[in-house]
């Protein structure tokens, strides 16, 4: 019996929560509706934040390091894996093998990456 009087009262705890954030949803649309009406949003234009140029910079010493990294890596992997195989140690294997795939992937990311941000930022 007193388990079933929980079981009661997490469901009405439950329920109690769901019509507090059903309410707070409706009274935000409806905010939303009026303001809207009201008045339209003004369109700001972009200004660059202050220091802007320095974080482009870091970006791009960031980008660099991945461009010149990556190849490193496959290189590095390669070796790990012929040296692995070479041995037969299965551990250094895997690690070469890892190290192959991830730079290889992170390649494909940075390749992708820069357009979709270049889609983003166009708009299309």
Known sequence: MGKLIGRQ??????AARGVTVLMATVTMLAALAWSASADQVPDFTPVAPPGGNE??????????????GCPAAFFGGLICLGAGRLVDHRGAHRIGVALMLSAVGVAILIGAGVALL???????
């Open 55 to 68: 974080l482009l910079k870091i970006g791009g010493f960031l980008k660099w390091i991945a461009i010149f």
């Open 9 to 14: 009262h997490s469901v009405c705890r439950h």
């Open 118 to 124: 270049n889609a983003f930022v166009s708009g299309t």
